[in-house]
């Protein structure tokens, strides 16, 4: 977890009012069952994480199976998610952790169920943003001189990898287009 910015502050504190305003409007919980949500700080997640999109922490101490909304410490985003392009996703990812914080700490068919009434696009980006972030954080390139797949990673692949897609074993060459 970092501490966001004034700008990223001003960001997350637009996305919450957003996404508890439709909340609400979807007719699933009562504004009484989402006013908790409000008082939940969001923050920001490391700016080189590239699995996470977001995660929802619960106090140490709280209960895994009787979790409840008051156990919520914090909602986190990846700041990435904070730039305009990626605003629907961004949109998706706090109302996914919206519905951890509310108790559904697992991905069962109950949270899918839930998830899946979000009524505007945004939700089939993950693998998109995915991409994106390990483009951004990489030093390597691996890649299949058959198919011409990329996969970036961080660590040279040494011809120990084959292409998922052809079998080919797949050649380290420097990401030219690595963020500082």
């Known amino acids: 977890m970092a501490k966001p910015s004034k700008k990223q502050e001003k960001i ?43 995660v929802t922490r619960f106090r140490r101490g709280a ?24 605003n629907d996703y961004a949109r998706f990812v706090l109302y996914h952790e919206y519905l951890h914080a509310l108790g559904n700490r697992f991905h069962d068919t109950t949270f899918r169920r839930l998830e899946s ?26 890649v299949c001189k058959t198919c011409d797949k990329q996969y970036p990673r961080k660590r040279k692949a040494n011809r120990r990898y084959r292409c998922r897609i052809c079998s080919s074993i797949l050649l380290d060459v420097a990401n030219m287009q690595e963020a500082n």
């Open 12 to 54: 997350l504190a637009e996305l919450k009012e957003d996404i508890l305003s439709q909340m609400i409007s979807m007719g699933h919980w009562s504004e009484e069952e989402l006013l908790p949500l409000q008082d939940i700080p969001l923050a920001v997640l490391r700016r080189n994480a590239t699995q996470r999109h977001g």
């Open 63 to 86: 209960r895994a199976t009787e979790l409840k909304i008051e156990d919520v410490e914090t909602v986190d985003l990846h700041p990435q998610l904070l730039n305009e392009s990626w």
């Open 117 to 142: 009434l979000w009524p505007f696009s945004g939700a089939e980006r993950g693998r998109e943003f995915t991409q994106f972030l390990r483009q951004r954080t990489a030093t390597w390139l691996w």
